[in-house]
């Protein structure tokens, strides 16, 4: 601190949108529906609205911060998340205010991840029929049916006896829109953006959702943009961030691979 302003400008934001792919079908659960006859016990979540699935930017965010904290030993035995406001993952995923107040100041949170809906802005309800996701779940599985069901049997390990259970599913070959915010308070948050890149490739190579484990939630991060929104577009001035020269890289690999390049040394 000094002259009692904070030691960070902000310099503007990156926005990161994707194609979230369904390699494998994606069950992210929502509210029990009951035991009415044809209810199920373990629902996706949806759209209040318009009843279509979506992919919570908490789920997104959550499992891409826990494989970092374990790709860079930041798991610690009392479970909870690194919130180091020191290190790269928590700058850029964010810490509780106290931990900032007991082991020093990192500043806001800067990863912002967005619900990934099957659409990029939320249309009029009455029109979803028109969005392509949309017209291809009803061509496979009927109007307004947007997900499959899997029934899985838990296997008694005494008597052999089969206990069928039944999941609701995102099928394969869904592709939802992420959006991701990135907010820039100074050069070394340009180099901390690498986390995001590496959380999505660590993702791809685990799983999304429930059931990971026996099959579901296979992912692929695809058509990747970054777009460069410096300071002074929103409130003029000198520009502030670097521009990123992606030069047709656009999975999180390649991005990884090239990130230096594509942002220019950084």
């Not at 307004?144 to 838990?154: A, G």
Request: aromatic letters at 10%; one cysteine or more; proline letters at 5%.
């Amino acid at each position: 601190m000094s002259n009692n302003k904070v030691d960070f400008e902000f310099m503007g934001k990156y926005i990161i949108t994707a194609d979230i792919k369904l390699e494998t079908a994606l069950h992210i659960g929502g509210t029990e529906e009951g035991f009415d006859i044809g209810g199920l016990d373990n629902p996706v979540i949806k759209d209040k609205v318009t009843g279509v699935p979506y992919i919570p930017g908490s789920s997104l965010k959550g499992k891409m911060r826990s494989l970092l904290e374990w790709a860079y030993n930041k798991v610690t035995l009392d479970g909870k998340p690194c919130n180091d406001p020191t290190h790269p993952i928590g700058i850029v995923f964010g810490v509780p205010a106290e931990a900032q107040n007991k082991e020093g100041i990192s500043g806001p949170t800067r990863l912002t991840v967005r619900d990934a809906y099957p659409w990029e802005s939320y249309p009029d309800p009455e029109k979803i029929g028109d969005i392509e996701q949309i017209k291809k779940w009803e061509s496979a599985m009927g109007e307004k049916i947007y997900t499959e069901v899997k029934t899985e049997n838990t296997i008694d390990r005494l008597t052999s006896e089969a206990n069928p259970r039944s999941m609701e599913r995102v099928p394969a070959g869904s592709v939802f829109k992420a959006e991701f915010i990135y907010d820039v308070y100074s050069k070394e948050d340009i180099k901390h953006l690498k986390l995001l890149f590496e959380g999505m490739l660590l993702l791809e190579h685990s799983y999304l959702g429930g059931s990971g484990t026996r099959g579901s939630g296979k992912v692929k991060f695809e058509n990747i943009k970054i777009i460069d929104k410096d300071k002074s577009k929103y409130v003029g001035g000198e520009r502030k961030l670097k521009k990123p020269k992606q030069n047709g890289y656009n999975t999180s690999k390649d991005i990884l691979d090239n990130f230096d390049k594509i942002f220019d040394g950084v």
